[in-house]
């Protein structure tokens, strides 16, 4: 009797313990490494306001020299190298060792003035997400992220603004950084512009999205919705409940609310029009325009996932002049 109890309480501990472990400690590939950061077709015509107001589009170049670059048009756009580093030990706050990939990117603005850096680090816990957070938090005084008090950018999030500003959160399984900068060639040139730091939330809310569409590698959580206008479902773009917030493909719910719609990719411009209404739209930037001059602040940004805009379903109805109801698993919005 003893030895029929023993294995069987041993193979209880194997199933409630361990193998949870195992698989909650699945490490990405490098490709699906590279899924969790924006690529620059989905940075491409983000609008940057810097300090003087002025408007720069942000794409990526290749260095051509030490203070060369090269100038690429709309589109094709060349991403830095990215570096990558797969199955690297880290220890926790505990002393445990577990394994974490890391990805970095990095991007330039057109005029080589502005430098964009980027890296998720998916580790095969929460304990060493927290760790990594820790790390990139570092000893400089930063301040609770703009987003930190909703779980909109994951459990926490911090902000360094300034010259270079930073912007870092955690979530589950992975830890972002994300840092804007001058390059060296507007170092060398003395330049005035700086890095907004508004740009980083846009990014960060990107990368959110994106870790959110793989829950098997980074662990945020997320769930399908249906979404019906005028009573027809939206069957692109694959809706999705991240955080508090309903993305939403734009352009589909634009055309079955009888609106035209005209997107622009490479500068990332939205226009969506109707007989009685007109709203201009931007990636990146979470304010509408509308034909008599009225801004409209909205609660996210438009972003560009897979060279399409998607944005949060509240804003889209709320500026598009709609009715939004819902229940438990679907989202009505009439016009």
């Not at 409630?16 to 899924?35: A, H, K, M, N």
């Not at 060792?97 to 990095?106: D, G, P, V, Y």
């Not at 500068?267 to 325009?289: H, P, Q």
Request: glycine share 6%; proline share 6%.
């Amino acid at each position: 009797m003893i030895t029929k109890i023993t294995p069987t309480l041993f193979s209880l501990l194997i199933a409630t313990v361990i193998l949870p472990y195992i698989s909650y400690g699945q490490t990405p590939t490098e490709d699906q490494l590279r899924l969790l950061l924006p690529t620059a077709k989905e940075l491409q015509g983000f609008v940057r306001f810097n300090d003087s107001t002025t408007i720069g589009e942000l794409v990526s170049t290749v260095p051509k020299g030490e203070a060369e670059f090269s100038i690429p048009g709309h589109p094709p756009v060349q991403v830095i190298k990215d570096r990558i580093f797969m199955n690297r030990e880290q220890p926790t706050l505990e002393g445990a060792i577990e394994n974490f990939s890391l990805l970095e990117r990095s991007f330039y603005t057109a005029n080589a003035n502005l430098h964009l850096a980027m890296s998720v680090r998916a580790c095969t816990s929460t304990k060493s997400s927290w760790a990594a957070f820790l790390a990139l938090h570092g000893s400089a005084p930063q301040t609770p992220g703009k987003h930190a008090s909703s779980d909109e950018i994951g459990t926490k999030s911090t902000t360094l603004n300034g010259d270079s500003p930073t912007l870092n959160f955690y979530h589950q399984k992975i830890a972002v950084h994300l840092n804007g900068s001058q390059s060296n060639v507007a170092e060398r040139a003395h330049s005035t512009i700086k890095f907004p730091a508004q740009s980083l939330d846009s990014i960060a809310f990107l990368i959110f999205l994106k870790a959110a569409r793989h829950p098997e590698l980074t662990g945020v959580t997320s769930r399908p919705v249906k979404v019906l206008v005028n009573g027809e479902a939206i069957t692109a773009g694959n809706p999705i409940v991240v955080g508090k917030t309903v993305y939403v493909p734009a352009i589909d719910i634009a055309k079955k609310a009888g609106f035209v719609a005209t997107w622009d990719e490479p500068t990332g411009k939205l226009f969506i029009t109707s007989e009685t209404r007109a709203v201009n739209l931007l990636a990146g930037f979470d304010k509408a325009i509308t034909a008599n001059g009225k801004i409209t602040k909205m609660k996210m940004p438009v972003l560009k996932e897979g060279g399409l805009p998607v944005m949060s379903l509240t804003d889209l109805v709320d500026v598009l002049g709609g009715k939004l109801e819902f229940d438990e698993t679907t989202y009505y919005v009439r016009f």
